[in-house]
C-alpha cells in the first residue's frame, strides 16, 4: 500500500525559504521510471504542479518558478525535500506530495499525500 | 506553462450523463496521450479518475469515461450520481517534461 505523507512548517513569513519532507512508503525511489512529485492547490484554486524527482535523480520544474525551487531526494530514508525560496503570501497553499508510477499511467499521480496547509503571512 | 481551459460549471440531474471539456495546445494535451482527470470533494485530496485519456485506474466506476479529439480532451460521466457532485480537473504531461492542470470544472448534481 503506498502513502505519502507531507511534514514540514505551516506557518512562514514572506522573503523566507519553505522545506517541505515527503516521507513516503509502500514504494521505492529507486525503482525505474518512479517519481515523486509536489503540487500546490491555493484555497479555492486548481492544483498548480511545482516540481518531480526520478528515480535516477532527475529533475523537473516548473518554468515559471525554476529559480526558486530545489527538489531532492534520500532514497535510502524514503524522503523527498522539496525547498521554496523568497516565499510570498499568495503562495499560501495546501502543499501535496505525489507518486508517479513507472510504466503506465506516464503522466498521472496515482497516490497524494494529505496535504499540509503553508500560509505565508508576517 | 498556461492552465489547460475547462468550464468554471457543469449540472446534471440523477441518471443523466454530462461532458467536461479540456482545452490546451500542441505543446500539451494535443501533444501526446497523458492526459489524466482527478475528481476532489470539498476538503479532500484529488483522486486519479482516468489517465492516459481514456484508461480508469482499478477501483473507478465505468461510469466514468475519457476521450481526445485535438487540443481538447473530455470527461464523461454517464448515470449521474448525487455522490459524483464535486470538482474536476483535467491534467496534461507537457512538451517541456512538466505537467499542467486545468482551472477546474464545479459538477453539480441537480
Known amino acids: 500500500q503506498i502513502t505519502l505523507k507531507e511534514s514540514g512548517p505551516t506557518l512562514v513569513k514572506p522573503t523566507q525559504t519553505l522545506t517541505l519532507t515527503c516521507t513516503f512508503s509502500?514504494?521505492?525511489?529507486?525503482?525505474?521510471?518512479?517519481?515523486v512529485g509536489w503540487i500546490r492547490q491555493a484555497p479555492g484554486k486548481a492544483p498548480e504542479w511545482l516540481a518531480l524527482?526520478?528515480?535516477?535523480?532527475?529533475?523537473r520544474y516548473s518554468l515559471s518558478l525554476k529559480s526558486r525551487l530545489t527538489i531532492t531526494k534520500d532514497t535510502s530514508a524514503n524522503q523527498v525535500v522539496l525547498t521554496m525560496t523568497n516565499m510570498d503570501p499568495i503562495e499560501t497553499a495546501t502543499y501535496y506530495c505525489?507518486?508517479?508510477?513507472?510504466?503506465?499511467?506516464?503522466?498521472?499521480?496515482?497516490?497524494w499525500g494529505q496535504g499540509i496547509l503553508v500560509t505565508v503571512s508576517s | 506553462q498556461s492552465a489547460l481551459t475547462q468550464p468554471a460549471s457543469v449540472s446534471g440531474s440523477p441518471g443523466q450523463s454530462i461532458t467536461i471539456s479540456c482545452t490546451g495546445t500542441?505543446?500539451?494535451?494535443?501533444?501526446?496521450?497523458?492526459v489524466s482527470w482527478y475528481q476532489q470533494h470539498p476538503g479532500k485530496v484529488p483522486k486519479l479518475m482516468i489517465y492516459?485519456?481514456?484508461i480508469r485506474p482499478s477501483g473507478v466506476s465505468n461510469r466514468f469515461s475519457g476521450s481526445k479529439s485535438g487540443n481538447t480532451a473530455s470527461l464523461t460521466i454517464s448515470g449521474l450520481q448525487a455522490e459524483d457532485e464535486a470538482h474536476y480537473y483535467c491534467?496534461?504531461?507537457?512538451?517541456?517534461?512538466?505537467?499542467?492542470f486545468g482551472g477546474g470544472t464545479n459538477l453539480t448534481v441537480l
Open positions: 505525489a507518486h508517479r508510477p513507472s510504466g503506465i499511467c506516464f503522466g498521472c499521480f496515482d497516490f
Open positions: 509502500g514504494f521505492s525511489l529507486s525503482t525505474n521510471g518512479v517519481g
Open positions: 524527482i526520478y528515480w535516477d535523480g532527475d529533475t
Open positions: 500542441s505543446s500539451d494535451v494535443g501533444g501526446n496521450n497523458f
Open positions: 492516459d485519456v481514456r
Open positions: 491534467s496534461s504531461y507537457t512538451i517541456n517534461s512538466a505537467w499542467v
